[in-house]
Each structure stands twice: as C-alpha cells, then as structure tokens.
C-alpha cells in the first residue's frame, strides 16, 4: 500500500467518483485558474482530465452553493468548494435554510445530493480566516457533517459523501493537507455515521476528531511511556454522530476526555460529554474533561497562534491531570 | 364513555404491581397502544399502554402505589369528559393501595414508603431524597417553593423540629435494617443536620453498591476528597484482607454515645478497628431493629460422640477430623430443609425464603469475630464440611479470606463449647433469621427411666427474628436439630 498525502488521498475520491458517475461536477471558486487547482491544490489536474465538469465560479459562495442546490435538485452530484470555511459564513442562508431543510419541507419529493467541500482550521491566517464552524454545522438537522482527520479515512469518506442523497458538508483541516498515511490502491467507501477506534487503551477515552486525532495519537505515545493508555476514538462524522464505541469504551475505561480545536463554550466537546453522562453515567469515575481552544478571536503572531488552539502536549497534560485524580 | 387502565397481570403468580412512573400526566392525550406507565412488579418493570385512544383524565394511583391485578389505576375518556362518578378519589385509593399497617413499613429500596410517595408530586428531587433518607413524610411538609414546591429547606426546617428519635437514617443499610416505624423510638440516629452527602463519582457508587461497601467508610483520594473507583476498589481489597462478620456490607460505626468521647482519666482511648466498628454497627442494627426470641434444647450428644469417633478412626489415614460443630452444621442444615421458613430473610413488607442453604460458621479472630459460609451444607457429607470448615476457618483467621468464603449465608451457627461454655444467647446475623448458639457438649447428670444418670448434654439455643417466626415453629426447629443430633446415623446415612 502506498503512502500519500491527505490532499492526494482527496484528489483520487474526486477523480474516481467523476469517472465513475457523469452527474458528477466540481464548482468552486479557482479551482481550475488559480495555479490549476484552488487554493490549496486539491482539485489541481482534474479540469484536464474532466473537461466541462470541473468549473470556476465567480466570487459568490451564496451562489456557488445555490447553484449547487438547484442543481442537485435537478439531478446533478455537485461538488462545491468553498475556498475557506469561514466563506461559509456569506452562504449560510444557503446551506442552513436551503440545502439542510429542502428534502423535509417539501414531503421528501426532493432531494439535494451536493458535497459542500472547504477547509477549516489554522495556519497564520489571523483571526477571520482561522475558524472551525464543526457545532455550527452539526447542530442543523437535515445535514451532514464529516470531518476526517486520515488519508485513508478521508477518501473512504468523501466517496461515500458524494454518493449520499443529503447535503453533506465535508470539512477538511488546513493542518492535514500534507500529512501522509497509507491508502489502498482498491475502491473503498467508509459509511458516513460511524465512528473509529484509532487506538486502544484502558485507562481514558479520548474523543476527538479531525487534526485533533493527530495530535491526541502524538499525545498517547508519550503518555504510554508513563504508563497511561489512552483509549482513542475518531468521531470521522459529526452528524449523525455514533457516540456507540465511546460509550463502550467508558464503561471499560470510567474515564472520558474531548479533544477538539475549535472554542469550548457550545461545542462538539460539550455536545459529547452531555450525551456520555446521559448514557454511561454509573460508569464515570470522573468529570469528563474537555480539551479545546482558547475563545479569542485567533492572534495572527505565531507564538499566539501556538498557544490558542490545543496539541498533543495539551492533551498530554490533561490525560496526567485526569490518571492522578487531579480533576 | 371512559375507559379504565387496569393493573395488568404479567404472570399467573402477579397479584399486584407498584406503579413505577407515570408516563403521562392527567390531561394530555394518548394513542391506543402508547406506552403511559410503568409497573413494577417482583420480577420486572413493565410498560403498559393504553387500551384505547384519548385524554389520559384521571389518575388514580400514584407512583409508588401498590394495585391489585384487575383493579383500575386511571381513566381514558373523550376530551371534556368528567371521570365516571364512581371512581374513587385519588386519596382514598392511594390508601387502599399501599400497606396502612404502621406495623409493616415499607423497606424495599424500590417503593418509597407511603408517607414520601403518593400525591406529593410538587417536591424537588433533593428535598425527596432527603425525605426519604430521614423518613420523613412530605404530607406534613409545607412546600415555600414556587406554586409550593417542597424544597430542601422546607424538609431541613421540619426535620430541625421533630424529636431527635424519630429521625432515622436509612440510606446505605440492607433493607431488611429499616428502622421501625418512625414512632417508635429507634437506633440512635445521627440529626438531621448531619445527613452528610457522599461525593463520590458515578462508577464508584456503583462499585459500591456491588460490593456492598458504605461509602461512608472510604476515604476518597480525589479533588475535595471525592471518592472515586479506585478507592472503593482499594477499600474492598483492603476488607477481604482484614474481614468482616459474615462479609457482608461494613456499613458505618454506630454513633458514638454521648460523651463517649470523652476518655476517663488513666483510661486508655483506642480507636475502633474497622472489623469493631462494623460489628458495633451490625450487632447495633440487629439488637435494636430485630426482635429476638430465644429457645433452648438439650441435646444428648453421647451417640453422636461415639459416632464422631469411629469416623474419625476411618478417616485417620486421610488426616481428617469431623468436629462437633461440623455435626452441628451438617444437624441444622438437614432441619433448614425441613423449615424452610428459618432459612429466610425479612424484606419489611415480605418474608423471602432462600433457595439454597448456607451456613454461616463464627469464628473468632484476635480482636473480633468473622462468619465463613458452608455453601449449600445440607447437600454436603460429613467428610466434605470437615475439609471445608478446616479451609475456612484457617483462611480466615490468617486474614487470607478469598472470595467466597464469607458473606451470602441464609443462617448462622456460633459454637462456644471450646470455651467450656454451657449456654448462651447469640444476636442473629443480619439478614437471617435466626441463630443457633451452640453449648459444650458436658457430662451431665440426667434422668433416665426413672434414674439418675450422666450423659454428655449439650445445650442449643435459637435465637429467632420474631417477625419471620414465633416460638412453636423455633421450638420444633431446634427440636428437629436435637432429634437429628441424638440419632446421628441420620447425619451420614
């Protein structure tokens, strides 16, 4: 099996699900200008090799994803990519009261099979251009929300994306674009909905997603030289989001640890420990802890940026904290 | 036109159910077929749906009322329609349906007693719980919350003027503990003010309660000293090492008496070891909640000595030694069989009898006493208890107990003859339901036909929990046992 990189791993779902189906189109905005691939390189080459169905679209994410809804109305599988997440804001209308309801207002006689792909995330872009929208986006009933945080699990899911029948918004980490993992040569689909167990432990549940993965995987291999196994879950969606194997896993482990970047207060990490105490609550032993980042607007100076959004050493220290009784 | 919602009968031996919940309130419609209430019955908690579509208008038994089968619990009707006339009012069929015995107090852990249930819906969940804890009922409460909720304050505030007897702490102990009726004057019980909560995790109380372990005891090495999984885990190792009488629940020292404190000057205060706090607060617990009646038999014991003899000439080679108490254990396990009223366990509103029969055997330690169990004893040979009992015995007093070997008897021996004691009175060992205290077995001067004569005579004393049993059916016991005793053969054959 070859190494690639995340973006690499993105590319070939994109260019087998266009060989593979016809109404498959991708829009987005210089996707095919720009240096011949959008902005972060994604899409680079498919313009070629699909001729017509790789578009740039003018500077407009209201109408980059209404024209995708319409379309997908129509019986089209857009693609749409929004050049950073934080365009997403401008198009909310579209993907909240648009994409995510049209299906259940009009008696399922519709259906709106789009990918709304975008990055999110960090990487000196200061504050408006450094955010994740993961609770935003997840909390909308009538949409879908993956976030992967592999190679691998990134092509399995964006194939099984695109050839889901809702509106699914596909987010992809600025972070991950390059790290590499192994990916089969082989077709495979991973179903969207279903969580992973990326590593097993027995003395803490991490539940975490995304970058947050990587660095909760950094954080495990130290803290097994201390001892601490960490037991740890990739949500890969996060809505519907299974929360089935976390709460396996708490009952081995009585103890529970959400690891997400994006801001404490209202997210996915509060979303999750109130679900985990719901349902395991006779197995805790502990507060569930929550890792996330810090609730400023994101400094642009990179010794600020460091210190706003979590790591592996955060994590590191948050699992000690939980091991000792210290929280 | 209305239609009832009956008690349902979930197998042939239900006779009646305890409402669990309400799923519905009185008012809101419902679905034929909709789930509207839970009923727990001894085996199970079961959901009941409507038979028929409408306004769910009236309730007529409350959560936690016991129903007969077949009798109505609530009323589906048309919307706007006024319950059938005939429905008795909810207070009354709140009385019909829950023991009124002051006598027979509601102990299951999962039906509150009468005097915290019923209509008192308008309580917050603190103040209930601490109701329940202190046995106080809400009827009498007056709620200041909002549309005159019962809040904690309002039970603290009643609590604080009541007389200190006739508060008792309940939480934690087996429910076969429960304090008498709150009239009566009770084990000393600690006032209201220091109902403590236990901070302790989630997955700890639940270890706890597995264990059977008072939380209460453990020291918790978590923030603010909560008390978290390992602590418990380390607590209940901590007690197999060093056990306690019949392994059951340590539960929490007895209040100290007042001015117990105090050491008397040249006097020399000690503090409880843990095996003396949980006998002061067990032997506390039975003496002042059981009522004991004690019956003694003598019981010639010269054949059985003899045969006990010639066993063990047989059993030499193998370095076997059958005692006088394994006789005993095997006497009264083969009588349990007989009475299987004895081998049960009072459950405050029930007398559960115990499928099998274990034993518990008293054995003293330096400093306290512990009780190991002989499993299934009526279904064992001489020979097997003999092997057993030296296993037990030896494991416990080198604090080498392992799982198994205390805790989970139906009924209790005590043994002084080695002490060279004649007779005496024992504390049954909760949750049985009786104890047999065991004399030597002595040379005696009797009358046989008409003449004097010594024969070994040992005396076998009951002490039985007068609300299982009474004293004819103690005295056929122990006579069962004497008879067994004085005709051995029986033991072996």
């Known amino acids: 099996m070859a190494e690639i990189t995340f973006r690499e791993a993105l590319k070939r779902a994109l260019r087998e699900e266009l060989t593979r189906d016809p109404d498959v189109v991708i829009w987005g905005e210089d996707i095919v200008a720009y240096g011949g691939g959008g902005a972060y390189a994604v899409t680079a080459g498919l313009a070629k090799e699909f001729p017509g169905r790789v578009r740039d679209t003018p500077i407009a994410e209201e109408a980059i994803v209404g024209v995708g809804i319409g379309a997908a109305m129509g019986g089209v599988r857009p693609i749409v990519e929004l050049m950073t997440i934080n365009f997403a804001l401008v198009a909310w209308d579209q993907i909240v009261n648009h994409a995510a309801k049209l299906h259940h207002m009009f008696n399922g006689q519709i259906k709106v099979p789009m990918v709304m792909r975008s990055p999110a995330g960090f990487g000196r872009t200061a504050a408006t251009h450094s955010q994740n929208f993961d609770s935003w986006l997840a909390s909308v009933p009538g949409l879908k929300v993956v976030e992967p945080a592999t190679p691998y699990d990134a092509k399995g899911l964006l194939k099984a994306a695109i050839r889901d029948d809702d509106p699914v918004f596909f987010i992809e980490h600025l972070q991950l674009y390059g790290t590499r993992g192994e990916v089969p040569d082989t077709e495979y689909l991973i179903p969207l909905g279903v969580s992973e167990r990326k590593r097993e432990g027995r003395h803490l549940t991490v539940v975490t997603w995304g970058r947050m993965l990587v660095e909760t995987m950094k954080a495990a291999k130290v803290l097994s030289g201390e001892g601490i196994e960490l037991d740890v879950i990739d949500l890969r969606t996060l809505r519907p989001m299974d929360l089935s194997l976390a709460m396996q896993s708490v009952k081995r482990t009585n103890r529970a640890m959400v690891v997400e970047e994006g801001w404490r207060s209202m997210g996915i990490g509060a979303e999750v420990a109130a679900t985990l105490q719901e349902q395991v609550f006779n197995y805790l032993d502990a507060p569930i802890a929550r890792v996330a980042g810090l609730e400023v607007p994101m400094p642009y100076a990179k010794n600020l940026e460091r210190a706003t959004v979590p790591f592996s050493d955060d994590v590191v220290a948050a699992a000690r904290a939980m091991m000792t009784n210290q929280y | ?493």
């Open chain 2, 1 to 493: 036109m209305a239609t009832e919602i009956t008690m349902p009968q979930m197998g042939f031996d239900m006779t009646e159910g305890t409402i669990a919940n309400w799923l519905k309130v009185e008012g809101d419609m419902v679905q034929k077929g909709e789930p509207i209430a839970e009923i727990e019955t001894d085996k199970t908690t079961i959901q009941i749906e409507a038979f028929s579509s409408g306004v769910l208008m009236q309730i007529l038994a409350p959560v936690g009322a016991k129903v007969p089968v077949g009798q109505a619990i609530g009323y589906i009707g048309a919307p706007g329609e006024k319950p059938p006339s005939t429905a008795p009012a909810p207070s009354t069929s709140t009385q019909k349906a829950v023991p009124t015995s002051a006598a027979s107090p509601q102990t299951s852990a999962v039906s509150p007693s009468p005097a915290s249930t019923a209509p008192f819906t308008n309580v917050s969940p603190v103040a209930r719980r601490m109701a329940e804890q202190m046995g106080i009922d809400l009827a009498q409460v007056k709620g200041t919350g909002a549309n005159g909720q019962i809040m904690r304050e309002d039970v603290e505030a009643f609590a604080a003027n009541l007389p200190a007897t006739a508060v008792a702490l309940t939480s934690g102990e087996p429910s076969s503990m429960t304090p008498a009726p709150a009239s009566e004057p009770v084990a000393p019980s600690p006032s209201p003010a220091s109902v403590e909560r236990v901070i302790a995790t989630p997955a700890a109380k639940k270890l706890a309660d597995g264990q059977n372990v008072d939380l209460r005891l453990v020291k918790g090495s978590g923030p603010a000293g909560r008390i978290v999984l390992e602590d418990v885990a380390n607590f209940a190792l901590a007690m197999q090492k060093q056990p306690v009488p019949s392994g059951v629940a340590p539960v929490a020292a007895a209040p100290a008496m007042v001015g117990a404190q105090q050491p008397t000057p040249g006097g020399q205060r000690k503090p409880l070891t843990r095996i003396r706090q949980t006998i002061a607060q067990r032997m506390t617990l039975s003496k002042t909640t059981i009522p004991h009646f004690y019956i003694t038999v003598s019981v010639e014991m010269d054949a059985a000595l003899a045969l006990r003899e010639q066993i063990n000439e047989a059993l030499k080679p193998e370095n076997i030694k059958v005692s006088v108490n394994d006789l005993v254990i095997r006497a009264t396990a083969m009588a349990l069989a007989r009475f299987p009223n004895l081998n049960a366990m009072f459950t405050g509103d029930a007398v559960e009898q115990r499928e099998s029969i274990h034993i518990g055997v008293a054995v003293a330690l330096p400093g306290g006493l512990v009780t190991v169990t002989v499993r299934d004893a009526n279904t064992k040979t001489l020979r097997e208890i003999a092997v057993e009992m030296v296993g037990l015995a030896t494991r416990a007093r080198e604090g080498k107990a392992v799982a198994g070997d205390m805790g989970g008897q139906t009924f209790t021996i005590t043994n002084l003859g080695m002490y060279g004691v004649e007779e005496f009175l024992a504390i049954i060992n909760p949750p049985d339901a009786g104890i047999l205290a065991i004399g030597a077995a002595s040379p005696t001067p009797v009358v046989r036909d008409g003449k004097v004569v010594v024969r070994n005579m040992m005396q076998v004393t009951i002490s039985g929990d007068h609300r299982v049993t009474d004293g004819a059916e103690g005295a056929q016991f122990v006579n069962e046992v004497k008879r067994i005793l004085e005709n051995p053969w029986g033991l072996v054959l």
